[in-house]
T-cell receptor, first 112, second 111 residues
Framework: GESVGLHLPTLSVQEGDNSIINCAYS??????FIWYKQESGKGPQFIID?????DKRQGQRVTVLLNKTVKHLSLQIAATQPGDSAVYFC???????????FGTGTRLKVLA | ETGVTQTPRHLVMGMTNKKSLKCEQH?????MYWYKQSAKKPLELMFV???????ENNSVPSRFSPECPNSSHLFLHLHTLQPEDSALYLC??????????FGPGTRLTVL
């Protein structure tokens, strides 16, 4: 069935190090992917997106990589800061369907 | 804030109560969504409205009743809920094939 899942439930990184959060998807029809950050007590916040005709997209301190061959995407956070501590999850979307499929999330803990 | 507001932020209700959740978006989007977020589970899509018409209803029990009076407002009417309905209910909006933006959610507890 359709699924978007994350490889690790919790990731701990030292402040200043780079973080990599991974996501696998199963729906080949997904053509748009989004990473969200959710802090405690808040709704998910958009971080970065990528369309299936791209394999890399960079934002401010964040980079998303998409490998359609193995149906995998990752979120890289450079110089991780305490404010980056949150749950991160990916979503896959098929254009025109209104249907986003979300992963369960990875909790990122930044160690001082 | 993201431009999507939800009220109330917290709600405690008994199984025989009737209550409503409200969502408002100030982003000019043409689609609005209700999601349920339970601990350690992915977001579950409940309803989607596009241009005020319901386009998705993911086998949600009839004790949840959505209403979309216009493209900026979305309601979720609740009645005779069960304790397992306790969760964070998130509203989101989007425009075309652009990313969804979420509200802060309503934390619902059913006693």
């Amino acid at each position: 069935g359709e699924s978007v899942g994350l490889h690790l439930p919790t990731l701990s990184v030292q402040e200043g190090d780079n973080s990599i959060i991974n996501c696998a998807y199963s729906n080949s029809a997904s053509d748009y992917f989004i990473w969200y950050k959710q802090e405690s007590g808040k709704g998910p916040q958009f971080i970065i997106d990528i369309r299936s005709n791209m394999d890399k997209r960079q934002g401010q301190r964040v980079t998303v990589l998409l490998n359609k061959t193995v149906k995998h995407l990752s979120l890289q956070i450079a110089a991780t800061q305490p404010g980056d501590s949150a749950v991160y999850f990916c979503a896959g979307y098929t254009s025109g369907t209104y249907k986003y499929i979300f992963g369960t999330g990875t909790r990122l803990k930044v160690l001082a | 804030e993201t431009g999507v507001t939800q009220t109330p932020r917290h709600l405690v209700m008994g199984m025989t109560n009737k209550k409503s959740l409200k969502c408002e978006q100030h982003l000019g989007h043409n689609a609005m969504y209700w999601y349920k977020q339970s601990a350690k589970k992915p977001l579950e899509l409940m309803f989607v409205y596009s241009l005020e018409e319901r386009v998705e209803n993911n086998s949600v029990p009839s004790r949840f009743s959505p209403e979309c009076p216009n493209s900026s407002h979305l309601f979720l009417h609740l009645h005779t809920l069960q304790p397992e309905d306790s969760a964070l209910y998130l509203c989101a909006s989007s425009h075309g094939d652009r990313p969804q933006f979420f509200g802060p959610g309503t934390r619902l507890t059913v006693l």
